[in-house]
């Protein structure tokens, strides 16, 4: 069982947004520590989409936000896209595990 | 671009050691942090520890007994042993450049344990 838990699937239309939650506890993202967010297209490596809770890599469209707010942050995504499917990992430090720990993963279907 | 690739046998016995390399290309490997993370097939990723270009190490607690990393910046290169390997070992192994976020990755390469 992941330190930082996430909805196993969400989904959502074409155009429409949709977010996907990732709750950590006072050890990591409670804690201050920064959440980032992966995409992860089956059969590839994962890429990094946000960093420092908010802040976007070159490259990746600003339709990718993601907010922190206390033990909890989101990745939210806009006007979804059929390319957006993939699986999404939320990751931060936890200081009682001394080390860095990712969320379990929520798959995203566009439907 | 800095590229990274890993390398190493994709087969190993239990009980063994697992041993991979991780190659920079297009840029230096110095003044960065390199961590190793595995994901095994159809669940999560797991990291497994970094070594910084000094030869600085932190390891995943649960992992820390059977991990050795070390670096060799006149290679350009980083490395991962894992020993005593069972068949929960079995996982694609990602290498990855830490630097807040892990931003870059290797393609990753898939290591079977069995007999």
């Known amino acids: 069982q992941s330190v930082l838990t996430q909805p196993p699937s969400v989904s959502g239309a074409p155009g429409q947004r949709v977010t996907i939650s990732c709750t950590g506890n006072n050890s990591n993202i409670g804690a201050g520590y920064d959440v980032h967010w992966y995409q992860q297209v089956p059969g590839t490596a994962p890429k990094l989409l946000i960093y420092?809770?908010?802040n976007r890599p070159s490259g990746v469209p600003d339709r990718f936000s993601g907010p922190k707010s206390g033990t909890s942050a989101s990745l939210a995504i806009t006007g979804l896209q059929a390319e957006d499917e993939a699986d999404y990992y939320c990751q931060s430090y936890d200081s009682s595990l001394s080390g860095w720990v990712f969320g379990g993963g929520t798959k995203l279907t566009v439907l | 671009q800095v590229q990274l690739q890993e390398s190493g046998p994709g087969l190993v016995k239990p009980s063994e050691t697992l041993s991979l390399t991780c190659t920079v290309s297009g840029g230096s490997i110095s003044s960065y942090y390199w961590s190793w993370i595995r994901q095994p097939a159809g669940k999560g990723l797991e990291w497994i520890g970094r070594?910084?270009?000094?030869?600085?190490?932190n390891c995943n607690p649960s992992l820390k007994s059977r991990v050795t990393m070390s670096v060799d910046t006149s290679k350009n290169h980083f490395s991962l042993k894992l020993s005593s390997v069972t068949a929960a070992d079995t996982a694609v192994y990602y290498c990855a450049r830490h630097y807040g976020a892990f931003d870059l990755w290797g393609q990753g390469t898939m290591v079977t344990v069995s007999s």
């Open positions: 070594i910084y270009t000094s030869g600085v190490t």
């Open positions: 420092g809770n908010s």
